[in-house]
Structures are given as C-alpha cells and as structure tokens.
C-alpha cells in the first residue's frame, strides 16, 4: 500500500493538471479575440514606447557600472552608506534606477553582485527599492501623457521618489560590514557584447509585457466586473494600469491618483518578472516583493497627504 499510495496521488495531480491546462485551452480559444487584441496593444506600447525609451539606457547602465567609480572617503559615499548601512558603490544602482527606470535598477544590482562589489545580502535589500520607474516615464508618460498635466507627474515622481528612501531607511540592515569600494575589481566595458545584451534584455522585457497584457484581457473577458479587473491589473502590469485607472469613471480624480502611485511605487509582476531575470538563483524574491509591496502602500499614502494638504 505503501509503494501504490504516492502513485496515486502523483496521477491524480497529473490529472488535475492536464484537465486545469484542457480548460485554460478551451478558454483561451474561445476568448481568443480579446486576448489577441490586448496582447497587441501590450506589443503595439512596448515597440513604440517601452523599447525606444530604455534600450539606449541598458546599454548605458553597463557603461555606467564600468566607468562610475565612487570615492570610499568622499561625502556621497558616506552619506550613502551612513543612510542605508551598505556599500557606497550602489548608489549607481539607485541612481540609475530613478533616471533609467525599472528593471535598469536591478540590472546594475546584479552587474555589482557579480563583480563581487555588493554582498548577498546587500543585493537582497537593495533590489526592493531601487527598482523605480524613471523620471520621463512618470512626470511624461503618465502626468503628461495619460493625465494631460506635467504637475501631476511631477507629484507623482516626487513621491516615488520618497516612498523608496523611506522604504529603504524602514528596511535597513541593523549593521554593515565596512570595505573600501575601491579594492573591488571593476568592470570593462565591451561596446559590442553590450549592444547584444541589450537586445537580449529588450526582449525579456517584450515577453513580459505582453504576457500580463494578454493575461489582463483574459481577465477582464472572463469577469465583466470592472472594479474587480481594474484592481488584478494594478497588480500585473504597471503601463497598462496607470491607463485603465486613469480612465475609471466610477473613481473620482484623487482616488485615481492614489491608486496610480500604488501601482508606480509597487511597479507589477510583469516589472518583477523582469528583475527575477537579472536575479541571480540565490537571491531571495520573497524579500523582494514585500519591500515593493511595503513601497506601492507607502506611495499611496504620501499622495493622500499630499493631496489633503
């Protein structure tokens, strides 16, 4: 009975999972035209505007890691290291974070891990914070873009912005163990390995976007509740978001803000996803996703303040 058991119960899961798949597949076909139509659009917004604002960047964010070199002893450093109790030399994932946007945050992350420049650890903690959206897609794309107002991307940004010191400070290590940045190896920067590299990263990026736009259709197919759709999609992909909750009728202006800066602070699986990719194994997700989660509620509620005052 022993030896019989497990394989019963290896063939039910079998089973189950076969029927859950057979089901997904009947659904999908006879949803087909919804999933196509908000699987192009995912694709249609990522060639004509996710890929052309960062592929310049990811190969910048390489050159950046090789050649920025931060001084152990100078007052940035120090600040930086004093703030956050970790290596001065991540700032350059910080920084890129916020000018390049996500995932290039992570990337430099990994770049520093790998050339043995940040702990396990330090990579760990990092990673939940420094992967922000950048300045032009905030204050452009959404204050500009879908709000038709520079002022709100601006208080947009400036939260995000916030939200992630806080976070991080919240989060901080207790202790740091102190070591010249300067002894670290560095980098070399391969012009044409990078270019490849870009094009390998733009497509991680395409997968993921139209993964969750497509999923997004699937749902608000199957679930003719409107509230309920606009609320899963806060949660997947972060450009798709901002644009269904922009145009929420039932949501006056400042609940549409709010839950906007939810969606910025938090970014979406399909932004985590991308950061999984540059992660390496060892590295904790689960940290990962409760510093983002900790992040999109806190950027809720400093734009409720803001907005109260």
């Known amino acids: 009975m022993t030896l ?79 703030i956050f109790k970790v290596n001065g030399c991540a700032i350059t994932a910080f920084i890129s974070g916020f000018i390049c946007g996500f995932p290039i945050g992570v990337k430099v992350l990994s770049e520093l891990y790998n050339a043995g420049r940040i702990t396990k650890a330090e990579f760990e903690y990092l990673s939940g914070f420094v992967n922000n959206p950048s300045f032009a897609f905030v204050i452009s794309g959404v204050g500009a873009g879908i709000y038709k107002d520079t002022k709100i991307g601006v208080l947009l940004y400036l939260t995000i912005l ?3 010191v806080i976070t991080g400070v919240f989060f901080r290590p207790q202790s740091k163990t102190i070591y010249k940045t300067a002894e670290n190896p560095r980098q070399s920067f391969d012009f044409v390995q ?33 509230p309920f759709v606009n609320a899963v999609s806060l949660t997947l992909e972060v450009s798709n978001a901002v644009e269904i909750i922009s145009n929420a009728k039932y949501l006056t202006k400042s ?35 409760l510093i983002k989660t900790f992040q999109g509620v806190l950027s809720s509620l400093l734009v409720t303040i803001f907005l109260l005052i």
């Open 4 to 82: 019989i058991k497990p394989n019963i119960q290896r063939k039910l899961i079998w089973n189950i999972y076969s029927l859950i798949c057979i089901c997904l597949a009947l659904l999908m076909i006879f949803f087909g035209a919804a999933i196509k139509e908000s699987i192009y659009n995912g694709l249609l917004f990522s060639l004509t505007t996710i890929i052309p604002t960062l592929f310049p960047f990811f190969i910048l964010s390489e050159l950046w890691t090789a050649v920025f070199y931060v001084d152990p002893d100078g007052w940035i450093c120090g600040a930086f290291e004093r």
């Open 162 to 164: 916030l939200s992630s």
């Open 194 to 226: 990078s270019i490849k590299n870009a094009g390998k990263t733009s497509i991680n990026v395409i997968s993921c976007i139209i993964f969750f736009s497509g999923l997004i259709g699937f749902i608000s197919a199957i679930v003719k509740n409107e």
């Open 255 to 289: 609940s549409r803000l709010i839950l906007t800066a939810f969606a910025l602070g938090f970014s979406g699986f399909s932004v985590h996803m991308q950061a999984f990719g540059f992660m390496p194994k060892e590295i904790s997700k689960i940290k990962y996703l």
